[in-house]
């Protein structure tokens, strides 16, 4: 009667570690998805400092 008992409890043992993981899993994702999007927000800003200063440079470049 002892083996199957123990068996039992690892299987929920093992059911509540696959669970915690999955949380930490989700979270570091959503995290992550969090970052990507800041990151994609300035890269944007940047693309567009980027061609104003171009634009700039080009309108110099035409005066000389």
Do not use: C, H, N, Y
Request: no cysteine; proline share 2%; hydrophobic share 60%.
């Amino acid at each position: 009667m002892f083996w199957p008992m123990f068996a039992v409890a690892v299987g929920f043992v093992g059911l509540a570690v696959l669970g915690v993981l999955a949380v930490r899993v989700f979270l570091e994702a959503r995290r992550l998805g969090v970052q990507v999007s800041d990151s994609a927000q300035r890269i944007s800003r940047a693309a567009e400092d980027l061609e104003r200063a171009a634009a700039g440079a080009a309108r110099t470049a035409d005066t000389l």
